[in-house]
């Protein structure tokens, strides 16, 4: 029998990402960690910890912003003009 472990809250020193398969779920997730129930906003990705997560139906990340700058310090340090 397999088991399958889900995590939802992911906390890191005064950072916490609540990540769900529905928003309905993400509401309950929110109650659980806020006293208030404030309102998040909806976005597409986030930037956690220097990687950027996207919004998709299965986890999801994307690595071109790190591609990017590991090319920009690369460069700036071997370029030689």
């Given at each position: ?41 909806w976005v597409d990705s986030i930037r956690y ?33």
């Amino acid at each position: 029998m397999d088991v399958i472990t889900c995590v939802s809250i992911i906390m890191y020193a005064d950072d916490i990402v609540l990540l769900s398969t529905s928003a309905t779920v993400l509401q309950e997730l929110l109650y659980s960690v806020s006293s208030n129930g404030s309102a998040l906003q909806w976005v597409d990705s986030i930037r956690y910890l220097g990687i950027y997560m996207v919004n998709a139906r299965q986890f999801k990340c994307r690595y071109d912003y790190v591609t990017a700058s590991f090319y920009r310090a690369f460069n700036a340090v071997f370029l030689v003009k």
